[in-house]
């Protein structure tokens, strides 16, 4: 179990780096909002595997949350700010008519 | 097939989709493809002992949020694009296939027709759950999936 938690650390850790290497250099916002998921999926996936080694440890003792309890709250609030960009994405291009951000930095100036 | 050549094979396609759907310059193919990432880290979350998360993530993430992306890419107009509809499909009727086909492989070797509390290891416990005592759920889900697939490929392709 050991060996699958660093497996699943390093794949976390990559996910991460290459979603926020997309954010940089994305030319769609619709791409950014992507790349922001991916690195949200990478979070998850090394926080739900940094309790892989351990058995049923409750971070918070008088509740009882282990760390599944973190994963699941993050998903749900992860969800929750992609609607959200999502949303801002569409307004975007009903005022500015295109999704390129340096277009639109170009525009409103 | 070992728990260790496991979660290396299954962070190989992970980080595998993950490339396609941030290089891809078709939006299409890279909501596609996150599709699959989703559903292979809920798979995930489930061999490893909680099929709450993993449920949740398949419902969150592989659902509603890949149909708000699919409804933000036919409101902006980025189908214009153009892709070609016909390897769309092949391709993500292939993939659901294979993904089938290694879940299938997957929980056929590790079986061998016994019962589910004979296994000590969590993972092959829930395969053999499901296997026992829902093997129609995970054909319907399978197909579901696929017709899906085809389903976002159609649409692309009628906008083009």
Redesign the interface.
């Given at each position: 179990?050991a060996?699958?938690q660093i497996?699943?650390l390093?794949?976390g850790g990559?996910?991460v780096f290459?979603?926020i290497a997309?954010i940089s250099y994305s030319k769609?916002l619709?791409?950014t909002?992507?790349?922001f998921?991916?690195v949200l999926?990478g979070a998850?996936?090394a926080l739900?595997s940094s309790g892989?080694s351990g058995g049923d440890s409750c971070l918070v003792t008088d509740f009882c949350l282990t760390i599944?309890s973190f994963?699941?709250l993050s998903?749900?609030v992860g969800?929750a700010v992609?609607?959200v960009g999502?949303a801002i994405?569409?307004n975007v291009?009903r005022k500015y008519g295109t999704?390129n951000p340096s277009e639109i930095r170009k525009l409103r100036h | 097939m070992t728990?260790?050549l496991l979660?290396?094979f299954i962070?190989a396609v992970?980080?595998a989709t993950?490339?396609v759907?941030?290089?891809s310059d078709r939006?299409s193919i890279?909501?596609i493809a996150?599709f699959y990432?989703?559903t292979l880290?809920g798979i995930?979350?489930t061999l490893?002992g909680?099929a709450?998360?993993g449920l949740?993530?398949i419902v969150?993430?592989s659902g509603?949020?890949s149909v708000?992306?699919l409804t933000?890419?036919l409101?902006?107009g980025?189908s214009k694009l153009g892709i070609g509809a016909t390897r769309v499909t092949v391709a993500a009727v292939a993939a659901a296939l294979a993904l089938a086909a290694l879940t299938f492989a997957y929980v056929a070797s590790g079986l061998g027709g016994a019962s589910p509390s004979e296994y000590p290891d969590i993972s092959l416990q829930t395969f053999a759950f499901l296997w026992e005592f829902r093997p129609w759920d995970l054909l319907i889900l399978v197909t579901v999936f696929a017709s899906a697939m085809v389903t976002v490929a159609n649409l692309f392709s009628r906008e083009t």
């Open positions: 179990m060996s699958d497996v699943f390093f794949t990559l996910l290459l979603g997309s769609n619709v791409k909002v992507m790349a998921q991916v999926l998850n996936l739900f892989l599944d994963v699941f998903i749900l969800a992609e609607s999502l994405v569409v291009y999704l | 728990s260790e979660s290396v962070s992970i980080v993950v490339l759907a941030l290089f939006v890279s909501l996150l990432a989703s880290l995930v979350f490893y909680n709450l998360v949740m993530q969150t993430f509603a949020v708000l992306f933000v890419i409101l902006t980025e």
